[in-house]
């Protein structure tokens, strides 16, 4: 079995690469050390993971994580763009993406979820209307990789954000799966929104549209941890980023975190990364 490395595909070490094939035949098990979005422009096909055959047809997006085994299967041919990156090292907007139900549910719920979905779950997917814009914006990006005129980088990693950002927020639910993501994807761009209020279990299932019983069930199922331990982690995320600001107090960024007290604070903070808050200080 293959395993691909990005670096294979960079141009001076830029983690962005991208390329379109118009008569896709298929293509054995692989895995990459990136990560794969997937845009289906036109054809059938099926994807095969881990849980089995998943068809896919014109319009569908699905997201493939580093590591994760797959291969691609024709009906007939089909037409796909595949773009490949590293966000650790584009340092895309990810705080601004995480606003976004939809950017949850493509990007992080999805994929997880395909590893265990039954054959023949529908992916999520755009509409016929948004399935032209969707490969404007899949040419642009091809465009700027393969001329590399002065300010190619900056050019396509701000095309591929604009891509990003319109997928979250077009994608259809196909099945009842598909809901789910986006349902728990509400539910985590509210705590990404209202981190610093304090946001109850019932406000959460509201957002969700369902219960506070299913919201538990459902939302542990997809993320891995509990409503108020994803709250706690995106708190103690953003009070890490604060904490290097000499200007504010550990009282201070405790509050501006949905703390209210700073003493309970400092016991999460180094519950969850393993030293005090006083150590992510800045030297004086």
Known sequence: MQVFQLSRYEQNQFPLSAFRQDAHKGYPAHSHD?????????????????????????GDVFVIEPGAVHSYRAKATFS?????????????????????????????????????????????RVDAKDLARMETLADTLLTELQERRPGYQSMAAAVLAELIVFLS???????????????IGRALSCIER????????????????????????????????????????????R?????????????????????CD???????FRRLEGVPPSQIRPPR
């Open 34 to 58: 990136f990560t794969e979005l997937a845009l289906v422009l036109a054809g059938e096909g099926v994807h095969v993971g881990p849980a089995g055959d998943r068809p896919f047809q014109a």
């Open 80 to 124: 796909v763009v595949n773009v490949m990156y590293d966000a650790s090292r584009l340092r895309l907007p990810d705080h601004d993406f995480r606003m976004l139900p939809g950017f949850h549910a493509l990007f992080h719920l999805e994929p997880r979820a395909r590893l265990k979905a039954p054959p023949g779950a529908a992916n999520l």
């Open 169 to 183: 927020r077009r994608v259809q639910c196909a099945d009842a799966a598909g809901r789910n993501s986006q349902a």
């Open 194 to 237: 209202r981190y610093a209020e304090p946001l109850t279990l019932e406000e959460l299932a509201d957002e969700a549209n369902m219960s506070v019983r299913s919201l538990q069930r459902r939302f542990r199922e997809a993320v891995g941890v509990t409503p108020f331990r994803r709250l706690l982690e995106v708190r103690v995320s």
């Open 239 to 259: 009070a890490k980023a604060l904490l290097r600001d000499p200007s504010l107090s550990v009282s201070q960024v405790a509050f501006m975190t949905g703390f």
């Open 262 to 268: 700073s003493n309970y604070f400092c016991r999460q």
